[in-house]
């Protein structure tokens, strides 16, 4: 059982430059998100999905933007990369409900130059 | 809006020492608790949950947490400390599964 896979694990991005992240689940859980984990300040919400065809901002939106096309897939994508947005990207999945345990990723180190 | 505090970003204990990881949340609702634990360059594996069930919560590796709803704080401990505890430890509240994490606590377990 994979549970969350992401990739790539490590990148190194130019100013400007665009990329995807990638994350799969196989647990048929309805919630994804998608967190940056920064020092000292814990892991912040990106964007999260209720669902294929439902995404919607967390505390850290700018920047980034998803999609939600299939259950399974849940890809972040930045635009235009900068340099603030250096950071360890997590992916996690869970059932819908606010009880439930998230399953995170193994991360993705991205570095912005 | 809900958050959640921790005091003490890095505590060392000595092996078979006592734990105590120290989380305060505020929230405007009965909440959702959690403890997460992070071994080096790895993701998140759920230790404990909170969840109206019982006050007192035993998760995995013989980690507890205490839910006290005049102090509105989790704290999490362990009676014995183990090298293998050696880690970062995040405490969270879910908003219908949108988590809000501590700025973690960095656990050093001296031999």
């Known amino acids: 059982n994979a549970g969350v896979t992401q990739t790539p694990k490590f990148q190194v991005l130019k100013t400007g430059q665009s990329m995807t992240l990638q994350c799969a689940q196989d647990?048929?859980?309805?919630?994804m998100s998608w967190y940056r984990q920064d020092p000292g300040m814990g892991l912040r919400l990106i964007h999260y999905?209720?669902?294929?065809?439902?995404?919607d901002q967390g505390e850290v939106p700018n920047g980034y933007n998803v999609s939600r096309s299939t259950t399974e897939d849940f890809p972040l994508r930045l635009l235009s990369a900068a340099p603030s947005q250096t950071s360890v990207y997590f992916c996690?999945?869970?059932?819908?409900?606010?009880?439930?345990?998230?399953?995170f990723g193994q991360g993705t180190r991205l570095t912005v130059v | 809006a809900q958050s959640v505090t921790q005091l003490g970003s890095h505590v060392s204990v000595s092996e078979g020492a006592l734990v105590l990881l120290r989380c305060n949340y505020s929230?405007?609702?009965?909440?959702?608790l959690f403890w997460y634990v992070q071994y080096p360059n790895q993701g998140l594996q759920l230790l404990l949950k909170?969840?109206?069930?019982?006050?007192l919560v035993k998760g995995i590796n013989g980690f507890e947490a205490e839910f006290k709803k005049s102090e509105t704080s989790f704290h999490l401990t362990k009676p014995s400390a183990h090298m293998s505890d050696a880690a970062e430890y995040f405490c969270?509240?879910?908003?219908?599964?949108?988590?809000?994490f501590g700025s973690g606590t960095r656990l050093q377990v001296q031999p």
């Open positions: 999905s209720v669902g294929a065809g439902i995404t």
């Open positions: 647990m048929n859980h309805e919630y």
């Open positions: 909170y969840t109206s069930a019982a006050t």
């Open positions: 996690a999945s869970s059932r819908t409900g606010g009880d439930s345990e998230a399953f």
């Open positions: 969270a509240v879910s908003d219908w599964g949108a988590l809000t």
């Open positions: 929230s405007s609702v009965p909440p959702y």
